[in-house]
């Protein structure tokens, strides 16, 4: 078992460039160079047409179509245009409105939802953060609970980005049609790996990014439905109006042309790369599972992504744990902020600990992922919990059946 070290178990964080998506970039940097918005010259034409084909890629993988792309520069903006621009779009502005609309998110939301809506907060938006039970799902249920008679926005993700669990979108998508209040989804972590229709999942506004799909960083896109409803969005940067005005700017062609590659590779591999990481993930879950004890999956054991996996293991300290897994790069339960290591708040929401939430790994795995590493990852991460555990007290105390909850601690 020869595996090249450090493996990579991060995709939810970044994934590699696929070389055929490099190699479609390529030319369109020193060659065919123009500017898409060159109206008067071949250079801007064939610019245009680059742009125009990887439209209809990225159109495609989701059901839409082409006019209804909006380029961007990565899903951070696309959500900021989605949630500012609607919630401002659609705002009360009549005589007698106490405030100016009310919004719905959650609190597992990634900080590019959660921090624009606080801004709209102080813009005067009331907004609704849904928490959700256990095993991190939002149903339609949940939201048609605190849908208002002045609820002008819903903005919930497909898919979480540290425990991978699938909200309802369809069927809340549905609700909002049936009440006439704009859906947006950013489901940067469901597209290209799972199908999209976005007429058929009742989507509105849905973000999406290059760089989480084989493609580079550094360029997004936003679809924005055109009928049922013709839904608008005022723009968050002036300029040039480009993108029907919602989003102002140069194209950037050689990243438009990759994400529009990188959309068409991931229609034609999805399903077989999903089928393949699931074996993986499953095996990789039930070999941690019965080969230690106190390990716990954390979110919904069904309903989520197929090659992710987020794991507690108890009576390990957090920052050991990274240390003695130095070879694998995959995230933990604990997020750095500029002054301390705060545990994740996906996870607080979610009820674990802040012990268990330290003491948890995020593997997300993708297109070269192999089942060499995989094993690797076993090996490694249980050694690591193994030698934590054999120096920690609590777990000998644990191990001779005394009940710590019931233990008196020393005042400190
Ligand atoms: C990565 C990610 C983002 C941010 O996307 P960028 O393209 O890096 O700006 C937003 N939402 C989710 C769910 C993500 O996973």
Same mark, same amino acid.
């Given at each position: 078992m020869a595996v090249k070290l450090?493996?990579?178990?991060?995709y939810a964080a970044t994934t590699p460039c696929d070389p055929r998506v490099l190699e479609a970039m390529l030319p369109y940097f020193c060659e065919t160079f123009g500017n898409a918005a060159s109206r008067n010259h071949v250079f801007g034409w064939e610019a245009e047409a680059a742009v125009k084909e990887a439209r209809s890629q990225a159109a495609e993988l989701i059901g839409a179509q082409a006019k209804e792309i909006i380029w961007t520069s990565?899903?951070?903006?696309?959500?900021? &245009?989605?949630?500012?621009?609607?919630?401002?779009?659609? #705002? #009360?502005?009549?005589?007698?409105?106490?405030?100016?609309?009310?919004?719905?998110?959650?609190? $597992?939301?990634?900080?590019? *939802? $959660?921090d624009p809506c606080k801004s709209l907060e102080r813009e005067g938006f009331d907004v609704t953060y849904i928490t959700p039970e256990t095993d991190g799902i939002i149903t339609a249920d949940m939201v048609k609970d605190v849908i208002r008679d002045d609820t002008i926005l819903v903005s919930l993700m497909w898919a979480n980005n540290e425990i991978g669990t699938i909200n309802e979108v369809p069927e809340i998508g549905a609700l909002c049609h049936e009440r006439e209040i704009i859906f947006h989804t950013d489901a940067t972590q469901w597209v290209g790996k799972m199908p999209v229709d976005v007429v058929k999942?009742?989507?509105? *506004?849905?973000?999406? =990014?290059?760089?989480?799909?084989?493609?580079?960083?550094?360029?997004?896109?936003?679809?924005?439905?055109?009928?049922?409803?013709?839904?608008?969005?005022?723009?968050?940067?002036?300029?040039?109006?480009?993108?029907? @005005?919602?989003?102002? @700017?140069?194209?950037?062609?050689?990243?438009i042309v990759g994400f529009g590659k990188a959309c068409a590779l991931c229609l034609d591999e999805m399903d077989s790369d999903r089928a393949r990481l699931l074996k993986l993930r499953d095996k990789f879950e039930s070999e941690?599972?019965?080969?230690?004890?106190?390990?716990?999956?954390? @979110?919904?054991?069904?309903?989520?992504?197929? %090659?992710? =996996?987020?794991?507690?293991?108890?009576?390990?300290?957090g920052e050991g744990l990274m240390m003695g897994i130095k070879n &694998?790069?995959? =995230?933990?339960?604990? #997020?750095?902020? =500029?002054?301390? $290591?705060?545990?994740?708040?996906?996870?607080?929401?979610?009820? *674990?600990?802040?012990?268990?939430? %330290?003491?948890?790994?995020? $593997?997300?795995m993708g297109r070269w992922?192999?089942?060499?590493?995989?094993?690797?990852?076993?090996?490694?991460?249980?050694?690591?919990?193994?030698?934590?555990?054999?120096?920690?007290?609590?777990?000998?105390?644990?191990?001779?059946? &005394?009940?710590?909850s019931k233990v008196q601690w020393q005042a400190h």
């Open positions: 450090p493996i990579y178990m991060d990565g899903s951070t903006e696309s959500n900021n &245009i989605a949630v500012k621009g609607a919630a401002r779009m659609y #705002a #009360a502005t009549g005589a007698g409105t106490s405030g100016r609309g009310h919004i719905i998110s959650s609190r $597992l939301e990634h900080k590019a *939802v $959660l999942d009742n989507i509105d *506004v849905m973000s999406w =990014s290059g760089h989480k799909i084989y493609g580079p960083k550094g360029c997004g896109a936003l679809y924005v439905r055109r009928r049922k409803p013709r839904v608008r969005l005022e723009a968050i940067m002036d300029g040039g109006g480009h993108e029907r @005005g919602m989003r102002s @700017g140069t194209l950037n062609v050689p990243g941690l599972s019965s080969r230690m004890e106190v390990v716990q999956v954390n @979110g919904h054991p069904e309903k989520r992504l197929s %090659h992710m =996996s987020n794991m507690s293991f108890g009576f390990v300290e &694998i790069a995959c =995230s933990s339960g604990s #997020a750095c902020t =500029s002054a301390s $290591l705060e545990p994740s708040y996906v996870l607080k929401a979610l009820g *674990v600990g802040d012990e268990l939430a %330290h003491s948890s790994l995020r $593997l997300s992922t192999t089942e060499d590493e995989v094993d690797y990852a076993i090996e490694h991460i249980t050694k690591a919990v193994e030698h934590l555990r054999s120096m920690s007290p609590l777990y000998d105390m644990y191990k001779e059946g &005394i009940d710590l």
